[in-house]
């Protein structure tokens, strides 16, 4: 046995690698210990080629399988698999379910990077995409599949419009013809929506954003309740290498434990606030499914527990100085990409409508909020200062 390696006798070289090596574990503590490992000590040589035991830290230690086992708690999964990014997570669980030959039928209203994805990597590699309006309704996307269709990709509420989709139907209908759903669930955390309980096959969401909760870590999930499927996105992982570091790991983790609580007050605080915009004279309309009255509101309420604070505001006709005098006057908003933090955030979203195949009608241009964890009075009075500022230009 090598377990204890500590207490090496030879030269100063040798006796400083292995100083204090192998003490062993001491105490029990609350959250998983941080290992810090490429390589496992292996206690024997029979040991190097057990296939039973973990050889190698790619796949991930302690803090990983803690994150992991937390997370199929959360989506209700047989298996989650953890991707450095949100973007790996849904990159990576298409890679592990796609060949070449196969169609797939993309929510036009998808991630701008992932459909970057299936533009530059998967019509390369062979694949078949084409996409689909966010409100066609099951019969409509089921109608549009051939024989090659393998994959329906669904994310609800779509990016920056927020349109909802029937997943539920969509997951059926796809189901009995034999085609497979995967669907990016970021917006609702997998608190509020849970996709594997509604059909979908894989939930797929960017933990960096409300799991994380406080924009310093990146990565993403994806889970399913089918071993088939569990075992395909082991094997995708393996194959390409991908790993996360267990600090990072141990963050998202943590972020985890006060997630409900948190989204909680995110939702509180977004209804309050889309609802004082909703009223204000300079605003066409409120692109939030959780608003009484908004578009799609009652699929929301059938299948939600709940909601997150990322929505947009449609503003009345104005000009782009005018949206810029807005988003420049904003004091407590911070302007950046992504969500989810506990920090308000802004972002004028008509730049990325191009990239659409079906780019929304909307009455004027428009601003995405992610309501962070602030008092909602302040943030309703930065924004109500950034409206005044609008009509000086
Ligand atoms: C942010 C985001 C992603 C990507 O997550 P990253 O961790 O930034 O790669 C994927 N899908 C949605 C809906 C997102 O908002």
Redesign the pocket.
Known sequence: MKDDLSGQKGGEATRLIHAGQGRGRKYRTVGPPIERGSTILMADAASLYDDDLTTYGRAGLSVQATLSAALAELEGAAKVRLFP????A?AGAMLAVLKAGDDVLVCDTI?N??RRFCEHVLKRFGVGVRYYPPRASAEDLLALATPATRLMVI?SPG?LTFEMQDAPAIADLARSRGILTLM?N??AAGLCFKPLAHGVDISVQ?L??YVGGHSDV???SAATARPDLAEALTSAIRDFGWSVAPDDAYQMLRGMRTLATRMERHAASGLVVAKWLEQHAAVAKVLYPALPGADDHDLWKRDYAGAAAVFSVVFKPCSDTAIAAFLDELRIFQLGY?WGGFESLALNCDPQFSARQWPPKLAGPSVRLSIGLEDPADLIADLEAGIAAMAGV
């Open positions: 990014s949100g973007l790996a849904v991630y990077p992932s994310e990016s990016d970021t917006w960017a960096t954003k990146f990565m993403g992504s």
